[in-house]
């Protein structure tokens, strides 16, 4: 172990990132084998008190590693494993998803975030091809200190949420919709060019980056 990384031959383990950060690092799983994997979360889990996440796992994946490993919890419909979830702060997150195909990030961001101690409210198919099913929800939104907004499509719900809430808006584009979307480039173009301003807007399908911009902004008070 040195001063803030552990160096497994394979991988270098930030041990420190916790105590820079808040948080520990979090494995992504992809591209990693259940060893790697393994070897990794053991690091962190010795070297920090908070959280350890694995995302984006294959179930197959998750079992090896969590035999493994004990005490990590599985949500299948997020793809994360998380050992020593953080207790629940008073900073309450609505996860606001347009589409039922958008369910899966939406499940990634309202994991991460519940996984990291923030309060998480989720809203299902609120698009705004019905925009009344949102607006049913305003007292909802009112109670927000974050909003995750995911949205694929012409990613146009972070522009009416944005417009309905003075919290800060984190806006989540997705690879759902056809042939003109370009697997997410439509919608991701359409956030950064919202006439709401002071969105904040992270990568395609990416609900972890999402949570992690709403655990920093609840950091920051």
């Known amino acids: ?30 591209g990693k084998t259940s060893e790697q994997i393994i070897g990794v979360v053991r690091s962190l889990l010795a070297a920090n008190t908070g959280p350890v996440l694995v995302t984006r796992l294959s179930d197959e994946v998750a079992a090896a590693v969590g035999a493994a490993v004990p005490g990590g919890q599985h949500d299948p419909a997020a793809r994360l494993l998380v050992w020593r979830p953080a207790p629940r702060r008073a900073f309450r997150v609505v996860v606001v998803s347009a589409g039922t195909s958008d369910a899966p990030v ?6 991460v975030a519940g996984a990291v101690g923030l309060d998480v409210r989720e809203l299902r198919d609120v698009g705004v091809a019905g925009i009344h099913r949102l607006l049913a929800e305003v007292e909802v939104l009112a109670g927000a200190d974050a909003v995750i907004c995911i949205a694929g499509m012409e990613g146009a719900l972070p522009s009416v949420v944005g417009g309905l809430v003075g919290c800060p808006v984190i806006a989540v584009p997705t690879s759902v919709g056809y042939g003109a979307t370009f697997e997410g480039v439509t919608p991701l ?5 919202s ?18 911009a709403a655990h920093r902004m609840a950091g920051s008070r």
Do not use: K
């Open 189 to 193: 173009l359409a956030m950064l060019s």
């Open 195 to 212: 006439c709401a301003p002071g969105l904040v807007v992270v990568n395609i399908d990416s609900g972890f980056g999402a949570a992690v």
């Open 1 to 30: 172990m040195t001063d803030g990384f552990e160096d497994l031959g394979y991988a270098r383990a930030d041990t420190g990132r916790e105590r820079r950060l808040g948080l520990p690092e979090v494995v992504y799983g992809p």
């Open 106 to 111: 939406a499940a990634e961001a309202a994991a």
